[in-house]
């Protein structure tokens, strides 16, 4: 009976383990709950999937991006352009269809050229994607000279619509996580990412075609952020060449939080909807609570310091088994 009991116990403890992270956002829910009465009302909630959309879908390709090994910087900048570039073309043809393809195209593109750099010309992902995010930003500057773009008409469908009576931003954040959980559970080019962000060496040497795999990452990524920069200037209701500023941030801690980790080869997409969750649940119940602003950036800063640290920790609870059995294999070598 002992040993049943500690068997049951162990299985319970790595179930936990395992899901932590889903573990971490109940708890969260419940406390916000305990702070603030009005947290579960129907339209609050409605509220955080909707402010969480746009900073998941980007959240989403920054998991494909790190789980092989790369970082995309550029993506609240890219987003910005593609949303204000999205804007202008509507304004000028009056076509929802082609300024929303021509927002998912601009980031597209830019993510071609952050493909290029990393893939072709082997720049670390860091610099390459930190170039194309300061030419974003200064392209989109320069073609509104600063100033924000109103008056946007239907355009504030995609981000502010509703399709069966659901947010089409819910609806769009839906469909990505689909995707991004396809691509990483049932598709070769997923088992690749994966294998690349392991060991690019032994990935290479099995046949992985490694640099057009970053190369595809990055374009899978553009989409993503083309499609929130469209998603998020519709729901602001204008063309802001100053928003987004530091969303690539957001969406590298909630994939972070998830389990993605820096040292790539881990990571899910259910994974990073619950760390994207539990941020977005932290910023609202931090401004529901009224916790200033500058402490709410505090405290963003902390949690990614902590899931820097958790991140660290478990990278080396794996490396020591192989280490282990790596000198268990010379010693029988000698």
């Known amino acids: 009976m002992a040993k049943d009991k500690e068997f049951s116990w162990s299985r319970v403890a790595s179930m936990l383990s395992k899901n932590s992270i889903f573990v971490i956002l109940i708890g969260a829910f419940l406390i916000s709950t305990l702070l603030n009465r009005n947290f579960l009302s129907v339209t609050n909630l409605t509220n955080i999937l909707k402010q969480n959309s746009v900073v998941t879908i980007l959240a989403f390709g920054e998991t494909l991006l790190i789980i092989a090994g790369l970082i995309d910087l550029s993506s609240g900048a890219v987003l910005a352009l593609s949303g204000v570039l999205s804007i202008a073309l509507y304004k000028a043809t009056g076509s929802l269809p082609l300024a929303f393809f021509a927002g998912i195209g601009i980031g597209l593109l830019c993510n071609v050229v952050s493909g290029i750099l990393v893939s072709v010309y082997k720049t670390p992902p860091f610099i390459a994607t930190l170039a194309v995010m300061t030419m974003a930003r200064g392209t989109v500057l320069l073609y509104t000279q600063g100033q924000s773009i109103y008056q946007i008409g239907n355009f504030v469908v995609f981000g502010q619509g509703l399709l069966f009576h659901i947010p089409i931003t819910i609806l769009f954040m839906v469909l990505m996580l689909l995707l991004t959980w396809y691509i990483l559970n049932n598709s070769r080019f997923g088992r690749s990412l994966y294998a690349i962000g392991g060991n690019e060496e032994a990935a290479n040497a099995s046949g992985i075609q490694v640099p057009k795999a970053k190369f595809i990452c990055y374009l899978i990524n553009g989409c993503l952020v083309g499609l929130a920069g469209v998603l998020f200037m ?73 899931a820097v640290i958790m991140d660290i920790q478990a990278k080396n609870k794996r490396a020591k088994p192989k280490e282990l059995a790596a000198r268990i294999g010379e010693t029988k070598i000698e």
């Open 234 to 306: 519709s729901r602001n209701n204008a063309g802001l060449p100053s928003g987004a500023m530091s969303y690539e941030f957001e969406a590298l801690t909630a994939a972070v939080i998830g389990g993605t980790s820096f040292s790539g080869g881990m990571g899910t997409a259910m994974g990073t909807l619950a760390g994207a969750f539990i941020v977005g649940i932290l910023n609202n119940i931090m401004n529901l609570v009224g916790v200033n602003s500058y402490v709410q950036q505090i405290v963003k800063g902390v949690i990614i310091a902590l």
